[in-house]
């Protein structure tokens, strides 16, 4: 009987947890893309879309690779030490405003898309990262928006519907290499 892509899955990371990598490289990551999406939200493509839109994604990517490979708690403990180290590196080349709404809206998407990613685990290989960085997308723009451009007399609404429309799009990308790695993981599994 031929074993089901969510069990080998589950196998090629129990033996990668057998040999724990250090999480610097996600941790790294993910600092570089919460500080990069901060510096170029600033910059629109257009009338209802900025850079970001299409960086910022890749911090869904990050956590769900974290998420499969380490489990949930690293998931989360990268997602706390990129939201400090995003912070600190967003504060130096972001306004305050964009820091901090970018903070309240990491930390709660991030956190939902870990939840929702982990209870899906055990489905096929791309419900999980995709339906997480879906649910999380629309928080995370929903909290951003709101907070760092309300009141500034800029359309908000617009860039945020823009924004969401690209990072759906993005979370549709974003399964070609998350699919890679994991072949990439499940052959190293089984040498």
């Known amino acids: 009987m031929k074993a089901s892509l969510p069990y080998k899955i589950s196998i090629a990371f129990e033996r990668l947890k057998e ?3 250090p999480l610097w490289i996600p941790l790294l ?3 570089t893309v919460v500080a990069a999406s ?3 939200v600033q910059f629109p493509i257009n009338e209802w879309l900025t ?3 299409f960086t910022y994604p890749i911090a869904f990517w990050v956590t769900d690779m974290t998420n499969r490979w380490a489990g949930p708690r690293d998931a989360r403990k ?3 030490a ?3 180290i995003g912070l600190i590196l967003s504060a130096i080349i972001a306004p305050v405003r964009i820091a901090l709404a970018s903070s309240a809206a990491f930390l709660s998407s991030q956190l939902l898309d870990i939840l929702i990613f982990n209870r899906l685990r055990n489905r096929p290989w791309w419900q999980a990262p995709f339906l ?4 999380a997308s629309v928080l995370d723009t929903v909290i951003f928006f709101s907070l760092a451009f309300a009141g500034t007399g800029i359309d908000w609404l617009m860039l945020a519907g823009g924004d969401l429309t690209a990072k759906f799009f993005m979370a549709g990308v974003l399964l070609l290499p998350y ?6 993981i499940l052959r190293s599994a089984q040498t």
């Open 179 to 184: 699919r890679f790695a994991l072949r990439h």
């Open 82 to 84: 990129g939201l400090i």
């Open 38 to 40: 901060n510096y170029l």
């Open 51 to 53: 850079i970001a839109a």
């Open 29 to 31: 990551g993910m600092a």
């Open 132 to 135: 997480g960085s879906l649910s």
């Open 19 to 21: 040999n724990p990598k």
């Open 78 to 80: 990268v997602a706390y």
